[in-house]
């Protein structure tokens, strides 16, 4: 069965840190190396929106609101992306989606995890 399989969710006073994981199953060495892997968030009352991603060539995009706090990295090994997030504030807080993009599938989606950052 293809799927991804979320874990590293939870609650976090500000200026914490959490790292997210995202692993995938069933899913081929060869489709994992073209694919790009990221994260979506959606927090309550907003559209879902895009927070980082990486390409099969290493390439990284992150929404301005969490440069140069969150890193996005892939464990190619392992066939898992990972979301590192430090200097966490409470507009952080949302449900975040791993994301796996081929062209051999529809996009795939991690079930969720919740991130919650209060004091």
């Known amino acids: 069965q293809v799927q991804l399989v979320e874990s590293g969710g939870g609650l976090v006073q500000p200026g914490g840190s959490l790292k997210l994981s995202c692993r995938t199953s069933g899913i081929i060495l060869s489709e994992y190396w073209s694919a790009t892997m990221g994260w979506y968030r959606q927090a309550p009352g907003k559209e879902r929106e895009l927070v980082a991603a990486m390409t099969s060539g290493g390439s990284t995009n992150y929404a301005d609101s969490v440069k140069g706090r969150f890193t996005v990295s892939r464990d190619n090994a392992k066939r898992a992306a990972y979301l590192q997030m430090n200097s966490l504030q409470p507009e952080d807080t949302a449900v975040y989606y791993c994301?796996?993009?081929?062209?051999?599938?529809?996009?795939?989606w991690g079930q969720g995890t919740q991130v919650t950052v209060s004091s």
């Open positions: 994301y796996f993009d081929s062209q051999s599938r529809r996009r795939l």
